[in-house]
């Protein structure tokens, strides 16, 4: 089986899903992009120009996506993001196609009428649609009367498994996410600064990157507790697991406090809960699904330091709680994301469409 996939290859999750499935076997891995990234061996790369850096690129480079095709001929071709690469594997009119929709471009994308166009036009040419989350396909079905399949985004609950965490003498609440305002990380160092003043053995650990980082640092330096936060920078779980394994068994919290309700999913939550985690999440989006107030962790409002400071000084105070929800994290995780399971779900998808077009 022949699979074409269209996607940002920049991402972390796109790269999962093209080694997940190159390692099947009997699949052979094809993939349209835009960026490099990490680059597989055993994968075929097809490499996009960008002709004028917006979002016109995926009607010019329609053409150059229907040659592809002509000269791979997959068996199914998959895009993920809806307004962009679904978009433009759309427009080559080959069958049978998937499009994936992530988040933004179900929730955000539509408020403007030509990006509304452009998704209905590519769910009408789809003869498959997914989603990873239940909200997601909620919002998907504003659009167009298919059925969508929810096929969540998981983990590989073999490496992302966990560590023993008893008797530790600092407590350290760490987050993963990119620095750029909607991921609520001033929030996170404004509530860790408010449990500084009572507690001394808590450090903050932030792994990600982004536009926000020096804003982020000089807001920690001006509540005073540069001094007990870690910005370790961005870390490629694909290219460098070891490393980003290592800093979620530092852990001993987890936080992800999105703001906004295009964060369908929260995959660092997923797998933060598979490593044994507690999880402090904002009600927002579909975190609720990946978090289940007070057994896996705690739900928090959107930009409310105070009240995260006080979900979290639960957690810092009881370390029996925190290892019950830890345990509950993993217990839900192995139920309802284990990735094994979700790339399985998608395979027999690819299947039943492959054979209802011959």
Same mark, same amino acid.
Do not use: H
């Given at each position: 089986m022949t699979i074409l996939l269209l996607g940002e290859n920049g991402s972390v999750h796109i790269q999962k899903w093209i080694r997940a499935l190159a390692d099947r076997p009997g699949i052979k891995m094809h993939v349209i992009t835009y960026e490099r990234g990490v680059m597989y061996d055993d994968v075929t790369y097809h490499f996009l120009k960008p002709v004028t850096n917006t979002k016109l690129d995926y009607v010019l480079n329609a053409s150059r996506v229907k040659a592809i095709i002509r000269i791979v001929k997959p068996d199914l071709v998959h895009a993920h993001y809806a307004t962009s690469y679904g978009f433009m594997a759309a427009q080559s009119n080959f069958h049978p196609l998937i499009i994936t929709g992530w988040g933004a471009d179900i929730f955000d994308s539509p408020r403007q009428w030509v990006m509304r166009q452009m998704l209905q036009y590519s769910f009408r040419k789809a003869d498959g649609l997914s989603v990873l989350s239940r909200i997601t396909r #909620? #919002?998907?079905?504003?659009? /167009?009367?298919?059925?969508?399949?929810?096929?969540? =985004?998981? !983990?590989? /609950?073999?490496? =992302?498994? #966990?560590?023993?965490? &008893?008797?530790? &003498?600092?407590?350290? !609440?760490?987050?993963v996410r990119t620095l750029t305002e909607k991921y609520g990380i001033e929030y996170l160092i404004r509530a860790f600064s408010i449990l500084r003043k009572k507690y001394q053995h808590i450090h903050l650990d932030i792994v990600g990157d982004g536009p926000q980082r020096g804003f982020l640092e000089s807001l920690a330096k001006e509540l005073a507790v540069s001094d007990h936060i870690t910005f370790h920078g961005y870390v490629n779980q694909n290219s460098d697991f070891e490393k980003y394994k290592s800093l979620l068994d530092s852990f001993d919290i987890f936080t992800i406090l999105s703001i906004i309700d295009s964060e369908t999913f929260g995959v660092a939550s997923v797998e933060a809960s598979a490593c044994g985690l507690p999880v402090v999440a904002t009600k927002v989006g579909g975190l609720p699904e990946v978090v289940s107030d007070h057994h896996t962790g705690l739900l928090v409002p959107p930009k409310d330091p105070e009240a995260t400071a006080a979900a979290l000084e639960k957690l810092i105070v009881d370390e029996a709680l925190r290892h019950r929800m830890g345990r509950e994290g993993r217990e839900y995780v192995l139920a309802n994301y284990d990735w094994k399971k979700n790339v399985d779900q998608m395979i027999e998808f690819y299947r039943s469409l492959i054979s209802k077009q011959s």
């Open positions: #909620e #919002e998907m079905k504003k659009y /167009t009367d298919k059925e969508v399949r929810l096929i969540p =985004f998981g !983990v590989a /609950t073999e490496k =992302f498994n #966990e560590c023993d965490r &008893t008797n530790r &003498t600092i407590v350290r !609440v760490g987050t």
